[in-house]
C-alpha cells in the first residue's frame, strides 16, 4: 500500500496491455494464466527475459512492465483481493526459480549509471519511469517472498535473501547498493525515486538482519554463548503503561482488557504465575559493577579508611547493612555482552598480533558494517538529510535552506488536472513514508550494530550525534503530535492493490475530512500507525544516541527539549509515553529545582513506569563527571578507541590510513622481533668455552622440555626497553 501512488491505475492498465500485445501471435497466448502448466508459465517467462538482451530500451521498459504485471498476480484474471494476493506469490517464487533477480539487479545498476552520466535532474514523476518500473519489481519480489507463509517457501525465502546479500556489480550487496543511491541523490541526483530506495533499504535490513523480534532472540542466544545468566523480565503488558499522565484523549486507542476482579488499584501490578497480582512493578532493576564497585569504596573509606580496588567479594569490617546492600546489588547485577566486547578489546590491544581474534556475534551485520565504514559518515549524513527533508513541518520549512527535493517522485507532469485537495493529500503522505522507512532504517542499523559489537554502535552513534541528529529529532517533534498522529492522508479505496478491484467515486472533501460529519473538535480520531510508527523509532533513537552519555544528555537541555517532550506527552499511546519518560529521566538532573517542582507528576510517573539503575541518583543526584566543559574531551576519548578498533580490525578497508591511529609496539609481532635483534645485536655477552657443545641439551631440557608465558616474556622485554629508553 505505501509503495505506489495513488494514480498507479493507469500505469497498470498499461503493463496488462503490454502483455497481451507482446503474446498475441504467441498459439500458447497465455489469456488464462492459472490454467497454463508450470512449464508453459517459466517458458512465457524465459521469453520475456530475452527481451532483455536486446539493445533497445524499449524492449527493456516492455520486458520490466509484462513482469511486473506477472508479479502483480495478473489482476485481470482475479476476482477478488485474496485471490490476486496468493497469485501474485506464487507468481514471486516462480519468477525467482526462472533467474529474474540477477537480471533484474543489472538493469537498475545499468540505469543508475546512465542517470549518473547524465547527471539527471527530476521535476515529475514521469522522468523517472525507468527506474520506478525496475524498484517496483525488485520491492514486488521481497515484498511476497517476504510474507509467504508455508514450510514450502522457506528454502526458497532463505535463498532469495543470501542472494540479496552477496556481492553484486562492485557493490558488498544490495544494502550498500541502495546506500549509494540514497548517497547519489543527496549530491543531487534527484531523478532518483527516494521513496522507493528508502523502502527498498528498509526492507532488506528486515529481510537479511532481522527484525526487532530476531534481535531480542539473538540477544538472549548471545548472552548464552558469552556464558552470562539469562535476564528475565516481569510479566507486563500495556496496561501498566497506560495511564502515565491522563492522557488527553482516553478514548482513541483502547486500552487492554482487564479481568473485573483486579480493580484500579492493581492496574500497575505483574500477574505472578498463579495468575493473582503480586506486589511488583514491571520491569526488574539493574546493577552494574561500576556501581557495586563504587559503593564499596565510598564505604570502605568512610568505615576503615581504606580502599580495594577491583575487590567486591571482601566485607571483612563492614557494617551489616552494608554487606545486605552489597548483596542486593550483586542479585541484581546485569552484565551486557557489550561489557564483554569491551574487555576483549581491552585484551587484544596487549595481545601479539598472530594471537589477536575478532569478536563480533552477528555476521550478517558484520558483513554490512564492513562494506559501509569507509563511507559511514557520508551515508549517514545522507539518511539524515532525507529525514530532514521529510519531516519538515511547514512553519520549519521556510526556516530550512539547501533541503532536498523529495517530492519530484510524486508530482505529475502536468498538475492542473488534478484535485489540489488530493494532491496535498499524495504529498503529505509521501513524505510520511520516507519518514517511516529512514527512521526505521537507523533504528535498525543501530540495534543491529550494538548486537554485533559495542563499538560499532558507539562509531555509528557518533557519526549520527556530530550529523546534528538530536536537533533534527526536536525539531521534528516540535509540531502538534496529536495532529501529526491522527493526519487524514490515507485513502483506503486508493491504495494498491484495492484500487485494481474498486473503482473509486469522483473526489469530494467528504470521502477524507469528515469534519463536515463531525463538527465537534473533540470527536476522537483515528490514529494513523504509519506516524505514531515514525514517532516511536525518533523518540528511541535519540534515547539510544544520550543513554549512558551525559554530554550529549545535556545537549537536550541546550535545545530546548523539556517543553517539547512534555507536548509529546499528549500523544495517548503508553509506548510514546515510556521513551518520552525515559528522556526525562536522563536529563531530570540538569532541569533544575524549579522545574522538578513543576512537574512532580513527570517524576512520579518515572518512578512507576520507568526501569531505574540501583544507586542512580538520577532526580537530585550531581555527578562530577557531566561537567559541560568537559563534554568534548569525553567525545575525543570515544573517537581515539574507535580508530584504535577500526586499526586493529578494519585497517584493510580504508584507502588513507593516514588518519588511523599507530597500533602499540607491543602488539605488532614484526616490531618486537626487530627490537629483539636490535637488543641481541647491542648486547655484548661473554658466553663460556662449553657454551656451544652443551648448547642443545640447554634447549632440550629448559626451552622445549617446559611450558612458558611467552607473552608474559615479551611484556617484561617490553617493560625493559621502555626503561633502558627513559634513562
Not at 533467474?99 to 514523476?125: C, M, T, W
Not at 478491484?501 to 469530494?508: D, L, V
Not at 476522537?524 to 515514525?534: D, E, G, T
Given at each position: 500500500k505505501q509503495w505506489y501512488q495513488r494514480r498507479v491505475r493507469a500505469g497498470d492498465l498499461q503493463n496488462c496491455q503490454n502483455f497481451y500485445e507482446n503474446?498475441?501471435?504467441?498459439?500458447?497466448?497465455?489469456?488464462?494464466?492459472?490454467?497454463?502448466?508450470?512449464?508453459?508459465?517459466?517458458?512465457?517467462?524465459?521469453?520475456?527475459?530475452?527481451?532483455?538482451?536486446?539493445?533497445?530500451?524499449?524492449?527493456?521498459?516492455?520486458?520490466?512492465?509484462?513482469?511486473?504485471?506477472?508479479?502483480?498476480?495478473?489482476?485481470?484474471?482475479?476476482?477478488?483481493?485474496?485471490?490476486?494476493?496468493?497469485?501474485?506469490?506464487?507468481?514471486?517464487?516462480?519468477?525467482?526459480?526462472?533467474?529474474?533477480?540477477?537480471?533484474?539487479?543489472?538493469?537498475?545498476?545499468?540505469?543508475?549509471?546512465?542517470?549518473?552520466?547524465?547527471?539527471?535532474?527530476?521535476?515529475?514523476?514521469?522522468?523517472?519511469?525507468?527506474?520506478?518500473?525496475?524498484?517496483?519489481?525488485?520491492?514486488?519480489?521481497?515484498?511476497?517472498?517476504?510474507?509467504?507463509?508455508?514450510?514450502?517457501?522457506?528454502?526458497?525465502?532463505?535463498?532469495?535473501?543470501?542472494?540479496?546479500?552477496?556481492?553484486?556489480?562492485?557493490?558488498?550487496?544490495?544494502?550498500?547498493?541502495?546506500?549509494?543511491?540514497?548517497?547519489?541523490?543527496?549530491?543531487?541526483?534527484?531523478?532518483?525515486?527516494?521513496?522507493?530506495?528508502?523502502?527498498?533499504?528498509?526492507?532488506?535490513?528486515?529481510?537479511?538482519?532481522?527484525?526487532?523480534?530476531?534481535?531480542?532472540?539473538?540477544?538472549?542466544?548471545?548472552?548464552?554463548?558469552?556464558?552470562?545468566?539469562?535476564?528475565?523480565?516481569?510479566?507486563?503488558?500495556?496496561?501498566?503503561?497506560?495511564?502515565?499522565?491522563?492522557?488527553?484523549?482516553?478514548?482513541?486507542?483502547?486500552?487492554?482488557?482487564?479481568?473485573?476482579?483486579?480493580?484500579?488499584?492493581?492496574?500497575?501490578?505483574?500477574?505472578?504465575?498463579?495468575?493473582?497480582?503480586?506486589?511488583?512493578?514491571?520491569?526488574?532493576?539493574?546493577?552494574?559493577?561500576?556501581?557495586?564497585?563504587?559503593?564499596?569504596?565510598?564505604?570502605?573509606?568512610?568505615?576503615?579508611?581504606?580502599?580495594?580496588?577491583?575487590?567486591?567479594?571482601?566485607?571483612?569490617?563492614?557494617?551489616?547493612?552494608?554487606?545486605?546492600?552489597?548483596?542486593?546489588?550483586?542479585?541484581?547485577?546485569?552484565?551486557?555482552?557489550?561489557?564483554?566486547?569491551?574487555r576483549h578489546e581491552e585484551k587484544m590491544c596487549n595481545t601479539p598480533k598472530r594471537n589477536r581474534e575478532i569478536l563480533f556475534h552477528h555476521p550478517p551485520a558484520e558483513s554490512l558494517y564492513r562494506a559501509m565504514l569507509p563511507k559511514m559518515e557520508d551515508y549517514i549524513i545522507a539518511l539524515l538529510k532525507v529525514l530532514l527533508a521529510s519531516a519538515s513541518t511547514p512553519l520549519s520549512k521556510a526556516k530550512t535552506s539547501g533541503s532536498l527535493n523529495i517530492l519530484a517522485d510524486v508530482l505529475p507532469e502536468d498538475p492542473n488536472p488534478v484535485e489540489p485537495q488530493r494532491l496535498q493529500k499524495d504529498l503529505n503522505r509521501h513524505k510520511e513514508i520516507i519518514t517511516?522507512?529512514?527512521?526505521?532504517?537507523?533504528?535498525?542499523?543501530?540495534?543491529?550494530?550494538?548486537?554485533?559489537?559495542?563499538?560499532?554502535?558507539?562509531?555509528?552513534?557518533?557519526?549520527?550525534?556530530?550529523?546534528?541528529?538530536?536537533?533534527?529529532?526536536?525539531?521534528?517533534?516540535?509540531?502538534?503530535?496529536?495532529?501529526?498522529?491522527?493526519?487524514?492522508?490515507?485513502?483506503?479505496?486508493?491504495?494498491?492493490?484495492?484500487?485494481?478491484?474498486?473503482?473509486?467515486?469522483?473526489?469530494?472533501?467528504?470521502?477524507?475530512?469528515?469534519?463536515?460529519?463531525?463538527?465537534?473538535?473533540?470527536?476522537?480520531?483515528?490514529?494513523?500507525?504509519?506516524?505514531?510508527?515514525?514517532?516511536?523509532?525518533?523518540?528511541?533513537?535519540?534515547?539510544?544516541?544520550?543513554?549512558w552519555r551525559p554530554p550529549r544528555t545535556m545537549m537536550l537541555n541546550v535545545f530546548k527539549s523539556p517543553p517539547i517532550l512534555k507536548k509529546t506527552l499528549k500523544i495517548s499511546h503508553w509506548m510514546v509515553h515510556l521513551y518520552v519518560l525515559k528522556l526525562f529521566k536522563l536529563q531530570a538532573k540538569y532541569l533544575g529545582k524549579n522545574w522538578r517542582k513543576a512537574n512532580m507528576k513527570i517524576l512520579s510517573s518515572i518512578y512507576q513506569h520507568v526501569r531505574h539503575r540501583l544507586l542512580d541518583d538520577w532526580a537530585y543526584g550531581s555527578d562530577l563527571d557531566t561537567r559541560q566543559w568537559e563534554a568534548p574531551t569525553e567525545e575525543q576519548k570515544l573517537k581515539a578507541t574507535l580508530q584504535m578498533y577500526h586499526a586493529m580490525w578494519y585497517r584493510d578497508l580504508f584507502p588513507d590510513t593516514s588518519q588511523l591511529p599507530d597500533l602499540p609496539q607491543h602488539i605488532d609481532d614484526e616490531a618486537t622481533t626487530d627490537d629483539v635483534q636490535k637488543f641481541i645485536d647491542e648486547c655484548d655477552v661473554e658466553l663460556p668455552k662449553d657454551f656451544e657443545s652443551n648448547y642443545q641439551g640447554w634447549l632440550e631440557r629448559e626451552v622445549y622440555g617446559k611450558q612458558h608465558d611467552w607473552d608474559a616474556l615479551l611484556e617484561r622485554f617490553n617493560t625493559k626497553l621502555d626503561c633502558g629508553s627513559q634513562s
Open positions: 503474446f498475441e501471435s504467441n498459439s500458447k497466448s497465455p489469456e488464462n494464466w492459472q490454467s497454463l502448466s508450470e512449464s508453459d508459465k517459466k517458458r512465457t517467462i524465459h521469453e520475456l527475459f530475452e527481451l532483455f538482451e536486446q539493445k533497445d530500451v524499449v524492449h527493456h521498459s516492455l520486458g520490466t512492465q509484462c513482469l511486473l504485471y506477472i508479479l502483480q498476480g495478473k489482476y485481470n484474471e482475479c476476482n477478488t483481493l485474496a485471490e490476486c494476493l496468493d497469485s501474485s506469490t506464487k507468481n514471486a517464487f516462480l519468477v525467482y526459480e526462472c533467474g529474474f533477480l540477477p537480471i533484474l539487479l543489472k538493469q537498475i545498476h545499468n540505469q543508475l549509471q546512465e542517470y549518473k552520466a547524465e547527471f539527471r535532474q527530476s521535476d515529475n514523476v514521469e522522468t523517472s519511469c525507468a527506474m520506478r518500473m525496475l524498484l517496483n519489481a525488485l520491492y514486488t519480489m521481497m515484498c511476497l517472498i517476504k510474507a509467504a507463509e508455508g514450510d514450502e517457501f522457506q528454502e526458497k525465502r532463505t535463498t532469495f535473501f543470501k542472494e540479496l546479500a552477496e556481492p553484486m556489480h562492485g557493490y558488498a550487496n544490495l544494502g550498500l547498493f541502495m546506500l549509494e543511491m540514497i548517497y547519489s541523490f543527496e549530491k543531487g541526483l534527484s531523478i532518483l525515486p527516494i521513496k522507493k530506495v528508502c523502502l527498498i533499504f528498509w526492507k532488506y535490513l528486515l529481510s537479511t538482519l532481522g527484525s526487532m523480534n530476531d534481535i531480542a532472540r539473538r540477544k538472549a542466544e548471545i548472552r548464552a554463548e558469552c556464558g552470562l545468566p539469562e535476564w528475565v523480565e516481569p510479566k507486563d503488558t500495556p496496561t501498566a503503561y497506560w495511564q502515565v499522565l491522563q492522557p488527553q484523549f482516553p478514548d482513541r486507542i483502547p486500552p487492554p482488557e482487564v479481568p473485573e476482579e483486579e480493580g484500579d488499584n492493581t492496574s500497575l501490578l505483574c500477574p505472578s504465575e498463579d495468575g493473582e497480582a503480586s506486589r511488583r512493578l514491571p520491569w526488574k532493576p539493574k546493577a552494574r559493577q561500576a556501581d557495586i564497585e563504587l559503593y564499596l569504596r565510598t564505604c570502605r573509606k568512610k568505615f576503615l579508611g581504606y580502599q580495594l580496588d577491583g575487590d567486591t567479594s571482601t566485607m571483612v569490617g563492614l557494617p551489616e547493612s552494608i554487606q545486605e546492600g552489597v548483596k542486593i546489588l550483586q542479585q541484581h547485577l546485569y552484565v551486557s555482552h557489550g561489557d564483554i566486547a569491551m517511516k522507512a529512514v527512521s526505521a532504517s537507523l533504528l535498525l542499523l543501530l540495534k543491529h550494530f550494538r548486537l554485533n559489537h559495542v563499538y560499532q554502535f558507539e562509531f555509528i552513534s557518533q557519526c549520527m550525534f556530530y550529523a546534528n541528529c538530536i536537533p533534527l529529532v526536536l525539531k521534528f517533534l516540535n509540531q502538534d503530535m496529536n495532529m501529526y498522529v491522527t493526519a487524514e492522508n490515507s485513502i483506503p479505496s486508493l491504495d494498491f492493490p484495492t484500487c485494481l478491484f474498486f473503482i473509486p467515486p469522483p473526489y469530494r472533501h467528504s470521502i477524507i475530512d469528515t469534519q463536515d460529519i463531525l463538527p465537534d473538535e473533540a470527536a476522537p480520531k483515528a490514529m494513523c500507525w504509519r506516524n505514531l510508527f515514525s514517532t516511536i523509532n525518533m523518540l528511541r533513537i535519540i534515547q539510544k544516541l544520550t543513554k
